[in-house]
């Protein structure tokens, strides 16, 4: 029953989160209701993966392919998500018109330094691709030790990443009302953000089952 939970979830998620922000009432128990199913698919379909893995022997060569084929077809729609907000990026500042003061930044925005928090973040997130990276192919060689070190190295990189971006929302100079400058910004790092969180608890379960 998953798949059709999940859709529902994501359903309600959905219209819940327009409802709310446009202050119809309802709207915000709807929004709990489908992060509330969305989390527990999570947890149900993903056990029952486990199960059918370990217990039942049903992860035939077939069966792992199309896992493989799943998370590539996933990764493609990742990269066509953000590639939108690049686009918005790139068109409102190659080309920035006249309401915003005709310059990128607009005339208003004080911009944050990309040498300060965000050059951390990013030596930290690529830290971590190494990290996670030793962790498989120790996981692959079947090196347990290194792998749970690798993985014990990449859950703090990833956590400090989050802590980092927080502060830095916390410090910016605007806010995601500001003009279009403000709204690319935080949708595009926040979202982000939000992946990293999503990959912090993925790795955390991965951790656990391999301790």
Known sequence: ???????????????????FMHNYKGGGELLCLGVIT???????WWRDIIR???FEGQHTIAVQ??????MILFIVSEVM?????????????????FNIGGVWPPTHIVAISPWGLPFVNTILLLSSGASVTWAHHAIVAG??????LGLYVTLIFA???????????SAAPFSMSDGVYGSVFYM???FHGFHVIIGTIFLAICTIRLY
């Open 159 to 169: 956590i400090a990443f989050t802590a980092m971006q927080a502060f830095e929302y």
């Open 1 to 19: 029953p998953w798949p059709l939970i999940a859709a529902l979830g994501g359903l309600s998620l959905t219209f819940g989160g327009v409802l």
């Open 52 to 54: 059918e893995a370990l």
């Open 38 to 44: 969305i989390l527990y698919v999570m947890f149900t």
């Open 188 to 190: 595009a790092t926040g």
């Open 143 to 148: 090196f347990k030790k290194e792998a749970m």
């Open 81 to 97: 998500f953000f590639f939108a907000f690049f686009w918005a990026f790139f068109t409102s500042s190659i080309s920035p018109v």
């Open 65 to 70: 392919q199309g896992l493989r084929m799943g």
